[in-house]
């Protein structure tokens, strides 16, 4: 039973990255999944929630207009594109599924994590 993070890297500012997060072992295509980040030094904060469908997306507000939930419930794959990365968006990013029914930014509402995956954005 896990969640596997993936598509972390290097990328100058400026750049893009799309991240993955693959099921296995749980139910997927029911629950919302968020995506959180952890920068050095600082606690793990929201970064974007999709609906168990896909058609509904909520970013938190540094990354609105710049980063893209999407989702293949078929692959029990989630997906977050990120476009127009700052050195600011460098941090560990970690998906999760949520516990229950809805999406929420508060982590507490998600009890499957994905190991997070390392983005760093260099100036």
């Known amino acids: 039973v896990q969640l596997q993070a993936s598509g972390g890297g290097l990328v100058q500012a400026g750049g893009s990255l799309g991240l993955s997060c693959a099921a296995s072992?749980?139910?997927?295509?029911?629950?919302?999944v968020g995506w959180f980040r952890q920068a050095p030094g600082k606690e793990r904060d929201f970064v974007a929630v999709?609906?168990?469908?896909?058609?509904?997306?909520y970013y938190t507000d540094s990354v609105k207009g710049r980063f893209t939930c999407s989702r293949d419930n078929a692959k029990n794959t989630a997906y977050l594109q990120m476009n127009s990365l700052k050195p600011e968006d460098t941090a560990v990013y970690y998906c999760?599924?949520?516990?229950?029914?809805?999406?929420?930014?508060?982590?507490?509402?998600?009890?499957?994590w994905g190991q997070g995956t390392l983005v760093t954005v260099s100036s």
């Open positions: 072992g749980l139910a997927f295509r029911p629950y919302h």
């Open positions: 999760a599924r949520a516990a229950g029914s809805g999406g929420s930014p508060h982590q507490n509402d998600y009890n499957y």
């Open positions: 999709i609906s168990w469908s896909g058609a509904i997306t």
